[in-house]
């Protein structure tokens, strides 16, 4: 559920700490943090924190994005899988909210974003992978379509559209067939 500036108001009350030093010390907090642990529950509350488009210009002024996709890069899978639903989810938003912000969109594409994303289909971890797939998905437009409908995750999502499990296959289909007019 989306939320509105009045109703983290009454939550914080008059001697709360405010939405976005709370997103500063957890982005502060991550950059300390020499602990796996405490990265992994920090990317996962930032990751929620994506989803409501109220926050996009707090996540926008301390660099959330950035964080994101360093951490698609990190060995760490459980990093990965994080950081690539907070980027999901900043595009799902994207797509669906009535308080359209593009600026994450041209941010993933302008840095190297897709590449980073486009690297995740190789992952190991399903859900690394089915995310990836349904970020491509949101990300797709006229200025990135040649970095995502590539003849390599073209040949990636034909595998997958054959594999045993059905989130996996039916997305892989899916896109398949809506962006590579291919059908298995």
């Not at 308080?99 to 399903?126: A, Q, W």
């Not at 499990?165 to 007019?181: C, G, V």
Request: hydrophobic share 40%; proline share 1%; with cysteine.
């Amino acid at each position: 559920m989306f939320q509105s500036h009045i109703h983290i108001q009454k939550r914080k009350g008059s001697k709360g700490t405010s939405r976005f030093q709370y997103l500063q010390d957890l982005v502060n907090e991550f950059q300390e943090t020499q602990s796996i642990e405490d990265k992994q529950q920090i990317i996962a509350n930032l990751a929620n924190f994506s989803y409501d488009p109220i926050n996009y210009n707090w996540l926008w002024e301390l660099n959330v994005i950035d964080l994101f996709l360093d951490c698609l890069v990190e060995e760490n899978l459980m990093l990965q899988e994080l950081a690539i639903g907070g980027i999901c989810n900043l595009c799902i938003v994207f797509i669906y909210s009535f308080m359209l912000d593009p600026r994450f969109h041209s941010y993933i594409v302008e840095n190297d974003g897709i590449k980073l994303i486009n690297s995740c289909l190789t992952s190991s971890v399903l859900e690394i992978v089915i995310t990836a797939i349904m970020t491509l998905l949101l990300l797709l437009s006229d200025d990135c379509r040649s970095d995502i409908l590539t003849r390599e995750n073209r040949n990636c999502l034909i595998e997958f559209s054959k594999s045993n499990q059905s989130r996996l296959s039916t997305i892989a289909n899916l896109f398949l067939k809506d962006h590579f007019n291919y059908a298995i």
